[in-house]
C-alpha cells in the first residue's frame, strides 16, 4: 500500500514537473523575437554584432528568433517591419537610426507587438522603446592611445553620417588625444553610407595619403582595417572585434555587446513586464567593451586601462570641462560636465578637429 | 590545321514574331527552373520554396498592396523609359529625374508647413513632374545643341541629383527639431499621398501608373506622335524625309519620360515615405530599364513586367526570412531574368553555328571566326 503510495505521488509530482517543463518551453516557443539590420550580418561590424545578440537570445531563452539583413532604410523598411508584426513576433529590434519614423508607423498598427529601436529619439506609442550605446567612453580610450603611439602626430576618422552619435564620437576622440597631446590632429573623411566597403578603403588610403598614422572609423565594414595591414599603419577596429583583419595593427575595438540587453527585452516580454524606456548602455554594465590592447607599448597599454577603468566606474566623464568649440567659443567650464540633451542633439566639432563639419 | 571549334552567332533571315513575343515567357521558366536548382543545391525543397517566393506574396492582401507600392514607381518609369527608348534616346537618368521630382515636389510642405488644404496636394505632385521634367530636359538639351552622348550625360546627373538630395536634407530641408539627423519634417495629413483602399498601404501611386501606361499607349498606338516617335527610332532618315523633327522628338521623350519619373519620384515621397530622407529610391530608375525591356517596351507589356519585378523584390525578403537565404537571392533571380531574356532575344534573331572549318577540314579554314 506504501509503495502504491509512493509510486502514485511520484507519478504526479513526474507529471507536474513534465507540466511546469512544458508550460517553460510552449512560453518560450511562444514567444519570437525579430531582428531588422542595415547591412549584411557577414560585415563583421554593427549588424554582425546585433546579430550575435540574437543568436545570444536564442542560446539563452531558447526562444525562436527572425531576422532580415540589408534593409534599406526607407519605403523598405517600414514593409520589413510590418511582416515580422504580421508574422507573429512579439518583439522587433531596429537596429538603424533610419528605421526611427517606419518603427514608429508600424508600432502604431500594431499595439501588441513591442518594439525597440536602435538610436533613436522617437517613441511615438507606448510600445516603443530606444536604446543606444555611449560608444563615445571607447572613443575616448581610443584618442588616448592615438596620441601615445602616433608618430607624425595625425590620426584619420572615417565618418558615415554628420549625425550626433557620429560626431559625438569625433570629438570624443579628440579630447582623448588632446589630454596626451594638445596638437593633437584629427583627419575627417565623411563617406555618407554605413556600409560600402570600396568607399571606405579610399577614404582610408586618402587618410594615410594625408599623413595620418592610426586609422579609426565609424562605418560597419572591415575595410579601413585590412588598409592599414596593407600599409602598416594603426587602426582601431569598429563595433566587433576586427583583430582576424589586422592582426598586426588593431590597437583595440569598440565592441557593442548587445546580448544582455536583448536577453534583457525579450525575457521581459516572456514574462510580461516589458516596459516603454530610453536608454543609453555604456561601458559600466559591459554593453560597451574594449578588445584587448594589442600592438601598442606596454605603458600605453596600462594608460589605455586606467582610463577605461576609470570610465567603467563612472568615476570619469569624457565630456568634462574645460571644452572649448572649433570655432574659439566657450562649451563647458573647468570641471563642468556635458548634459544629456547637448550630447544627444551634438552638432559641432571641440578644438582640434581639422575638417568643417557638414551643415 | 587544327580543327576550329569556334562558336558563332549568325543572323537568321527573319525571326519569328511569335518567339519574340513568348520570350520573356520563356525566360522567366528557365528563371523558375534553374532558381530551382540553385535552392536544391542550398538544401532546400526547390517547388516550396518556389511557392515562398513567386506564389505567397500574392495570397495575402497586405503583400499585395505592398507589391503595388513596389511595381508602382517602376511601371510609371519605364513607361516614360519606352518612349525614349523607342526613339533611340538613351535616357539612363531616370533615377536622377525621380529624385528632383521628390525634392521639387517636398518643397512646399518644408517650407509652408502650415499650409493645410486640399489644394497642397495636387500643387506638389505638379511640382514633382516638373522638377523631373527639367531634369530631363538638361541632356535633351545638350544632345541637340552640343551632339552630348546623352546616356553619359543623363547617368552623370543621376549622381548630381543623389548628392543634391544628400546635401538639401542635411541642410535647408533638414527638420530643425531633428536634433542634426538628416531628413525633412514628416509630412502632415494633407501632405501625405492618401491611401487608395482601407485594405492596406497601397496609395494613389498606382492609379497613377495605371493611367500613364493607358496614355502612353494611346500615344504609341493611336496618334501621330506615337508614330513620329517610332518612325525617327527605327529610320531616323525615313523620318527626316516625312518632316518629323528629330530634335523636336528627343525633347518629347525626355520631357515626358522626365515627368513620370518626377511623378513616380512625388508619389515615393509623399505616399510611402512621407518626408524627404537622404535616400528616396531604391534604384528604382535604373531597374526600371529592366522593367521597360522586359515589357518588350510596350506599355501593357511593362504593366506586367513591373509586377514580376516587384515580386523579385518581395518574395526575395520573404524567402529570406522563412528559409534563412541571403538578401542577395533578389538579385540572382533578377539577374537570371535579365540573362535569359537577352539570350532568348539574341537566339531568336540569331542562330549559332559550329567552327566551320571542322565540317570542312579539307577545305581549310578562311573564315575569320577568331
Redesign the interface.
Known amino acids: 500500500m506504501k509503495k502504491l503510495l509512493a509510486t502514485f505521488l511520484s507519478s504526479v509530482a513526474g507529471l507536474g514537473l513534465g507540466l511546469l517543463a512544458t508550460t517553460i518551453v510552449a512560453q518560450a516557443a511562444d514567444t519570437k523575437a525579430c531582428f531588422v539590420y542595415v547591412g549584411?550580418i557577414g560585415d563583421f561590424g554593427w549588424s554582425y554584432q546585433h546579430d550575435q545578440g540574437r543568436l545570444a537570445v536564442e542560446k539563452e531563452l531558447g526562444v525562436e528568433t527572425?531576422?532580415?539583413?540589408?534593409v534599406?532604410?526607407?519605403?523598405?523598411a517600414?514593409?520589413?517591419i510590418?511582416?515580422?508584426a504580421?508574422?507573429g513576433c512579439n518583439i522587433i529590434f531596429t537596429t538603424s537610426?533610419?528605421y526611427m519614423?517606419p518603427t514608429n508607423k508600424v508600432a502604431k498598427k500594431f499595439p501588441d507587438v513591442k518594439f525597440e529601436h536602435a538610436t533613436g529619439?522617437k517613441r511615438e506609442s507606448e510600445n516603443v522603446s530606444t536604446y543606444s550605446g555611449k560608444f563615445y567612453q571607447g572613443r575616448y580610450v581610443q584618442g588616448k592611445i592615438a596620441a601615445m603611439e602616433s608618430k607624425t602626430g595625425v590620426a584619420g576618422y572615417i565618418a558615415s553620417?554628420?549625425?550626433?552619435e557620429v560626431?559625438r564620437g569625433i570629438n570624443s576622440f579628440i579630447l582623448g588625444a588632446q589630454s596626451v597631446n594638445p596638437d593633437f590632429k584629427l583627419k575627417v573623411v565623411w563617406v555618407?553610407s554605413w556600409f560600402d566597403p570600396g568607399k571606405e578603403a579610399d577614404a582610408a588610403n586618402t587618410l594615410v595619403a594625408q599623413g595620418a598614422d592610426i586609422l579609426t572609423q565609424h562605418t560597419d565594414s572591415t575595410a579601413a582595417m585590412q588598409v592599414a595591414q596593407e600599409k602598416g599603419v594603426k587602426a582601431f577596429g569598429q563595433a566587433s572585434d576586427m583583430i582576424n583583419f589586422g592582426k598586426d595593427v588593431q590597437l583595440t575595438a569598440i565592441i557593442d555587446d548587445w546580448s544582455p540587453y536583448y536577453i534583457e527585452r525579450v525575457k521581459a516580454v516572456m514574462d510580461g513586464t516589458w516596459k516603454q524606456h530610453d536608454v543609453w548602455l555604456g561601458m559600466d554594465k559591459g554593453d560597451v567593451v574594449m578588445a584587448p590592447y594589442t600592438n601598442m607599448k606596454p605603458e600605453t597599454a596600462k594608460a589605455a586601462e586606467e582610463i577605461e577603468a576609470k570610465i567603467k566606474s563612472n568615476e570619469f566623464e569624457p565630456f568634462t570641462g574645460p571644452i572649448t568649440k572649433q570655432d574659439g567659443t566657450e562649451w563647458l567650464k573647468d570641471g563642468e560636465k556635458a548634459d544629456v540633451g547637448t550630447l544627444?542633439?551634438?552638432?559641432f566639432y571641440v578644438k582640434g578637429v581639422d575638417d568643417q563639419l557638414?551643415? | 590545321m587544327q580543327p576550329d571549334f569556334s562558336i558563332r552567332l549568325e543572323k537568321r533571315g527573319s525571326a519569328s514574331t511569335l518567339f519574340a513575343y513568348f520570350s520573356p515567357f520563356i525566360a522567366l521558366g528557365l528563371m523558375l527552373f534553374f532558381g530551382g536548382i540553385l535552392f536544391a543545391i542550398m538544401g532546400h525543397n526547390p517547388l516550396h520554396a518556389l511557392y515562398v517566393y513567386f506564389l505567397e506574396p500574392l495570397m495575402d492582401t497586405?503583400s499585395l498592396h505592398?507589391l503595388a507600392?513596389k511595381a508602382s514607381p517602376l511601371i510609371l518609369i519605364a513607361t516614360g523609359l519606352c518612349l525614349c527608348f523607342r526613339s533611340g534616346n538613351w535616357n539612363i537618368g531616370a533615377e536622377g529625374q525621380l529624385i528632383m521630382g521628390g525634392i521639387a515636389g517636398a518643397a512646399l510642405p518644408v517650407f509652408f508647413p502650415t499650409y493645410t488644404s486640399f489644394s497642397i496636394l495636387p500643387l506638389m505632385l505638379i511640382f514633382g513632374i516638373l522638377g523631373g521634367m527639367a531634369w530631363a530636359f538638361i541632356p535633351a538639351f545638350l544632345k541637340n545643341r552640343f551632339g552630348t552622348n546623352e546616356i553619359l550625360t543623363s547617368l552623370m546627373l543621376v549622381y548630381i541629383a543623389g548628392h543634391f538630395l544628400?546635401w538639401i536634407v542635411?541642410?535647408p530641408f533638414r527638420n530643425p527639431q531633428g536634433?542634426?539627423?538628416?531628413g525633412s519634417i514628416?509630412f502632415s495629413e494633407w501632405q501625405v499621398l492618401p491611401e487608395m483602399l482601407s485594405s492596406g498601404?497601397m496609395h494613389y501611386g498606382m492609379l497613377f501608373a495605371i493611367i500613364g501606361v493607358l496614355v502612353v499607349w494611346f500615344l504609341l498606338s493611336k496618334t501621330m506622335k506615337g508614330f513620329e516617335i517610332q518612325v525617327i527610332g527605327q529610320a531616323p532618315r525615313a523620318g527626316r524625309f516625312a518632316g518629323f523633327s528629330p530634335k523636336g522628338t528627343t525633347i518629347f521623350v525626355f520631357l515626358v519620360s522626365g515627368a513620370f519619373a518626377g511623378l513616380a519620384g512625388i508619389a515615393?515621397v509623399s505616399g510611402?515615405?512621407?518626408?524627404l530622407?537622404?535616400?528616396?529610391?531604391?534604384g528604382y530608375g535604373f531597374i526600371a530599364i529592366i522593367v521597360a525591356f522586359l515589357g518588350r517596351l510596350n506599355p501593357l507589356g511593362i504593366f506586367a513586367a513591373g509586377i514580376v519585378l516587384a515580386l523579385s523584390f518581395?518574395g526575395g525578403?520573404?524567402v529570406?526570412?522563412s528559409l534563412n537565404v541571403?538578401?542577395k537571392i533578389a538579385n540572382v533571380f533578377q539577374g537570371l531574368l535579365l540573362f535569359f531574356v537577352l539570350a532568348c532575344d539574341t537566339l531568336i534573331h540569331h542562330k549559332i553555328s559550329f567552327g566551320h572549318s571542322w565540317r570542312f577540314y579539307n577545305k581549310g579554314a578562311t573564315h575569320g571566326a577568331r
Open positions: 549584411p527572425a531576422y532580415q539583413e540589408s534599406p532604410e526607407g519605403a523598405d517600414e514593409r520589413a510590418e511582416r515580422f504580421r508574422s537610426f533610419g519614423e529619439f553620417f554628420p549625425i550626433p560626431v555618407n544627444l542633439g551634438m552638432n557638414p551643415q | 497586405w505592398e507600392i544628400d542635411r541642410g536634433f542634426n539627423f538628416p514628416s498601404r515615393e510611402a515615405i512621407q518626408q530622407r537622404p535616400s528616396i529610391s531604391p518581395l525578403e520573404a529570406q526570412i541571403t538578401d
